[in-house]
């Protein structure tokens, strides 16, 4: 007699699957997606390019950078310099303080880059500077490149330039707060330009600037040193700045540049925009007393949910202008209670992050915060919709300078800046950087409804076999990949065998009471209660438990597992690049051809047929740029998946049971592989290779579960009556040898009493 089909298994468990598949895609492309934000923030600050023979100056949210808008989370006390007591050698308040101008040709002062761009030489990066606050116009890596044609290395960071001639440079200085005793305060910008220079080369070395600030009069008050150098194999460019007090009074003063700004953006590819804005932060000393624990994660932030929204400003002569106001990243109110400081700050993409950190002596412990500084705030150079640039800019706390001559005239500010890849292995490979748990910004996490089963020390597993099956065994990371899916499916075999089979159990189960159930629900339809209670004397006299259907519960705990392998392909850096299967496909045939680029770069989509451009841009799939055949793959996969869990049934289906059988091979058939289109090449590869290898070992449990008889009713039914006599057998043989010990401590009792009267 043919078996009767089980419908339940064959429709829950594709749909199980699928909604996890499905849950991984949506997680990627919502988080990338632009976040609602506060409609009240802070208002910008951008460096302006200004027109000859201007005096440099900040613009009024720079001159204020404490706003006075209720959402800033400046503390008091940083918001007020502490003054130092006049000084004997004071002769009178400080007056007209500028920049001064220098002569010379700006280009020939700032053409001497630090680096250098060899892939096989020492050097890491290559430094361009700028004039513009002695900032970077550029940050370029050595080894990596834009395609996988190896024509252009990658910029990591470049100066930004709008419309109206405003310009964002990174690591640039953009002003300094002045006060003397009880003298209003002065701010001074440091920004200069192509025309106007304020910075100067010293000693004729790449790399090394310096600024003065003067009063009315032209006497030097200040002097500012900036020192960026980069040693061979090395990734942190140290930043040896100091501010230096010339006059015979002494000053406070507050410090302001620019840290990082936007990273390249991966928006245009599948998963959205990755850029997130990380810290890594000291406990207080009565939590932390050690002070060596760096912690990373509950400040984080995401590029879309700080970019901010426009708001209208109204300027001094009545006109208004659309700008963005800043935005205060730290310290916020729940810092400030807990008393936590800055360790360090990181600008992160995909692949490459950029972090700003303290320099010491890892062997001498200590020195892992950035004590001088004193607020972050996110600022924007607004190159219309769509098109801004986000940056951070640095705030000192206040600096109390002594009088020229004395030990106190000298305030340092230095600090390191990390400019390479997301790679924990590299990033620990530097002593400072170890010490202050650096690679703790390298996160491999979709984030979303799915973020919180990726742990780390999973991603860390999976990612530490996968570079062995790399490193030792394939030399291939898509042979890594497939054989990666092999061991994990094989080490979750026992619990997937245990699932299908306690699901086709109960699936049985329900079919065979199916005619029973619906003469239940038909005989009580107006009156849920009875049939609620009619179901379940069913279930007991056909020995079905409620607990049956719990048996997909353990699929969940595989969840986080191909979560975090999903991550992991999504983000780590070795798969960059890297081409598949040895690179053959790009050994065969010349590079002009478009085939060319077919699994040559695992982080791609596998572009069989590559067009050179974007022929057209889609809703949720972004730039199309090439055919690609993966996605397809995955898509038959699918369909054969479905054929052979959900073939044509003899028993009528529910019209609810119809619905969800379509919705499923809607979504798993064509949504799901449509999602896939853009997404990376070994991250494609690795479901077309799971779902291949889910077919074989469906078909193989299926087998060893007819051969067993183990979805036979008859079977089923002998095996739970045998376990009630066998449990019955048991129970009546304990009682029985209870009562015989019982017996037998009466009979000795008796003989003892008896004994006992003889004597």
């Given at each position: ?11 829950a468990v ?9 849950g ?7 988080v ?5 934000t506060p ?15 201007v ?5 009024p ?7 006075n808008d ?10 007020k ?7 004997a050698?004071?002769s ?6 500028t920049?001064r ?8 002062t700032?053409?001497?880059p ?8 020492p050097?890491?990066a290559?430094v ?7 900032g970077?116009?550029?940050?370029t890596?050595?080894?990596?490149f834009?395609?996988i044609?190896?024509r252009?290395?990658l910029?990591?960071q ?8 405003s ?16 003298a209003p305060?002065q701010?001074?910008g440091?920004v ?7 910075w ?8 090394a600037f ?6 009315g ?10 020192v ?8 942190i460019?140290r ?6 007090n010339?006059?015979g009074?002494?000053l406070?003063?507050r ?7 936007d990273?390249?953006?991966?928006s ?8 997130v804005?990380r810290?890594?932060y ?13 912690l990373?994660?509950s400040?984080d932030?995401?590029?879309?949910s700080i ?5 209208v400003e109204?300027?001094?002569d009545g006109?208004?202008?659309t ?10 109110p729940e810092?400030?209670?807990n ?6 700050i ?16 890892p062997?001498?412990g200590?020195?892992r915060?950035?004590r001088?500084l004193?607020n ?6 607004d190159?219309?919709p769509g ?7 640095l705030t ?13 005239a ?7 800046v990390?400019?390479g ?5 590299l ?5 400072i950087?170890r010490?202050?748990?650096?690679d703790r ?5 979709f984030?979303?409804?799915c ?22 065994i ?6 890594s ?8 499916r094989t ?5 997937t ?11 049985k189960q329900m ?5 029973k159930?619906?003469?239940?629900q ?12 009619e179901?379940?004397k069913?279930?007991?006299?056909e ?7 719990l048996g997909?519960l ?8 191909w979560i975090?392998l ?6 780590a850096?070795e798969?960059?690049?890297?081409p ?6 790009q050994?065969?045939q010349?590079?002009?051809w ?10 791609e ?9 974007a ?7 972004g730039?199309?740029?090439?055919i ?5 793959l ?14 044509p049934?003899a028993?009528?289906l529910?019209?609810?049971q119809?619905?969800q ?22 991250l494609?590869l ?5 779902s291949?290898?889910a077919?074989?070992?469906s ?6 579960m ?5 979805l036979?009713?008859?079977k089923i039914?002998a ?5 009630k006599?066998?449990k ?5 043989g ?12 009466q009979?000795?009792k008796k003989?003892f009493?008896?004994e006992?009267?003889k004597k």
């Amino acid at each position: 007699m043919p078996k009767p089909v089980n419908t339940t298994l064959r429709i829950a468990v594709p749909l199980i699957a699928s909604l996890l598949g499905l849950g991984v895609v949506w997680s990627v492309w919502k988080v990338g997606q632009p976040q609602p934000t506060p409609s009240a923030v802070p208002s910008p600050a951008v460096t302006p390019d200004p027109a000859p023979g201007v005096t440099q100056a900040l613009t009024p949210a720079e001159k204020q950078p404490e706003s006075n808008d209720p959402t800033s989370t400046t503390a008091e006390p940083d918001t007020k310099p502490v003054v130092p007591p006049p000084s004997a050698a004071s002769s009178g308040p400080l007056a007209g303080l500028t920049a001064r101008q220098f002569s010379g040709d700006p280009l020939a002062t700032f053409d001497m880059p630090i680096g250098g761009l060899d892939p096989k030489g020492p050097m890491t990066a290559q430094v361009q500077f700028s004039p513009h606050g002695a900032g970077w116009s550029t940050a370029t890596f050595a080894a990596f490149f834009d395609t996988i044609e190896r024509r252009s290395h990658l910029v990591l960071q470049s100066e930004h330039v709008d419309a109206a001639s405003s310009v964002l440079t990174p690591m640039a200085a953009l002003a300094i707060e002045v006060q003397q005793a009880d003298a209003p305060v002065q701010v001074v910008g440091l920004v200069g330009s192509s025309a106007a220079p304020v910075w100067r080369r010293i000693t004729g070395r790449p790399g090394a600037f310096e600024a003065e600030v003067v009063d009315g009069s032209g006497e030097p008050v200040l002097r500012i040193t900036r020192v960026f150098s980069l040693a061979a194999t090395s990734r942190i460019v140290r930043v040896e700045q100091a501010v230096e007090n010339l006059s015979g009074r002494p000053l406070t003063v507050r410090w302001f540049q620019i840290a990082s700004v936007d990273p390249p953006s991966d928006s245009g590819t599948y998963g959205g925009d990755k850029r997130v804005v990380r810290f890594g932060y000291l406990l207080s000393p009565e939590r932390d007393p050690s002070r060596a624990a760096v912690l990373t994660g509950s400040h984080d932030k995401a590029r879309g949910s700080i970019i901010g929204e426009r708001v209208v400003e109204t300027a001094a002569d009545g006109t208004s202008f659309t700008t963005f106001r800043d935005w205060k990243l730290w310290p916020t109110p729940e810092i400030l209670d807990n008393r936590i400081e800055l360790s360090w700050i990181a600008y992160t993409n995909r692949y490459f992050g950029i972090a700003v950190h303290p320099l010491f002596d890892p062997a001498a412990g200590g020195g892992r915060s950035l004590r001088w500084l004193g607020n972050v705030d996110r600022v924007v150079l607004d190159g219309g919709p769509g098109s801004e640039t986000l940056g951070l800019r640095l705030t000192s706390v206040p600096l109390v300078l002594g009088a020229s001559g004395t030990p106190s005239a000298r305030a340092d500010l230095t600090h390191g800046v990390y400019i390479g890849p997301l790679e924990k292995k590299l990033i620990r490979s530097e002593a400072i950087l170890r010490a202050l748990h650096l690679d703790r910004m390298v996160v491999y996490n979709f984030g979303g409804p799915c973020g919180f089963c990726t742990f780390d020390w999973l991603t860390g597993l999976l990612l530490s076999v996968l570079r062995f099956l790399h490193d030792s065994i394939f030399r291939d990371w898509a042979l890594s990949i497939i054989f990666l899916v092999v061991i994990v499916r094989t080490c979750l075999h026992p619990l997937t065998r245990w699932t299908q089979i306690r699901m086709g159990v109960f699936g049985k189960q329900m079919a065979g009471i199916g005619p029973k159930q619906k003469q239940i629900q038909e005989r009580f339809k107006d009156d849920p209660a009875k049939m609620q209670q009619e179901t379940a004397k069913l279930w007991r006299e056909e020995g079905i438990s409620p607990a049956g259907f719990l048996g997909c519960l353990p699929a969940f705990a595989q969840t986080p597992v191909w979560i975090a392998l999903s991550a992991i392909l999504f983000f780590a850096v070795e798969l960059r690049h890297q081409p598949a299967f040895y690179g053959v496909f790009q050994r065969i045939q010349p590079q002009g051809w478009p085939t060319w680029w077919f699994l040559g770069d695992l982080a791609e989509p596998d572009s069989i047929i590559h067009f050179g451009r974007a022929i057209v841009t889609l809703p949720l799939l972004g730039p199309i740029t090439s055919i690609n055949l993966l996605p397809l793959l995955l898509g038959i996969v699918f369909y054969i998946q479905q054929k052979y869990l959900q073939p044509p049934t003899a028993t009528q289906l529910t019209p609810e049971q119809e619905m969800q059988a379509k919705m499923m091979k809607w979504m798993t058939v064509f949504l799901f592989p449509l999602m896939m289109y853009n997404a990376p090449a070994g991250l494609a590869l690795y479901f077309t290779v799971n779902s291949t290898l889910a077919i074989f070992e469906s078909k193989w449990i299926r087998s060893h579960m007819e051969k067993h008889g183990m979805l036979d009713l008859d079977k089923i039914k002998a095996a739970r009556e045998a376990r009630k006599r066998a449990k019955s057998t048991e129970s009546g043989g304990f009682m029985a040898r209870l009562q015989q010990i019982a017996e037998q401590q009466q009979e000795a009792k008796k003989r003892f009493g008896q004994e006992r009267k003889k004597k």
